[in-house]
């Protein structure tokens, strides 16, 4: 059974910083592309972060510079570090899991929410 559980959301006052955490189990996770995508009310779901088996990251255009993704392969963790927070980082921000670079993502957690508002 795959499942990939995310942590570490919350609320953050705009400029703060917050580290997501995404455990994944039931898949041959290092060589999987992880991802990280977002979803505001009212929008639609939106890519934020992939880090592929060989580390290759790409970024949407309004996280770049600010936010860093990672991968723990010997833990089965990926990591989503935000720094310089914008209200419009406001989003449930879910884990992804794709069996390779050029694939769709296959499996999602859950999502956490974060908010940012002062």
């Known amino acids: 059974q795959v499942q990939l559980v995310e942590s570490g959301g919350g609320l953050v006052q705009p400029g703060g910083s917050l580290r997501l955490s995404c455990a994944g189990s039931?898949?041959?996770?290092?060589?999987?592309?992880m991802g990280w995508y977002r979803q505001a009310p009212g929008k639609q779901r939106e890519l934020v972060a992939t880090?592929?088996?060989?580390?290759?990251?790409t970024y949407a255009d309004v996280v770049k510079g600010r936010f860093t993704i990672s991968r723990d392969n010997a833990k089965n963790m990926v990591y989503l570090q935000m720094n310089s927070l914008k209200p419009e980082d406001t989003a449930v921000y879910y884990c992804?899991?794709?069996?390779?670079?050029?694939?769709?993502?296959?499996?999602w957690g859950q999502g956490t929410q974060v908010t940012v508002s002062s």
């Open positions: 992804s899991a794709a069996p390779s670079r050029w694939n769709r993502p296959q499996n």
């Open positions: 039931g898949i041959n996770f290092r060589i999987n592309t």
């Open positions: 880090i592929t088996s060989d580390r290759s990251t």
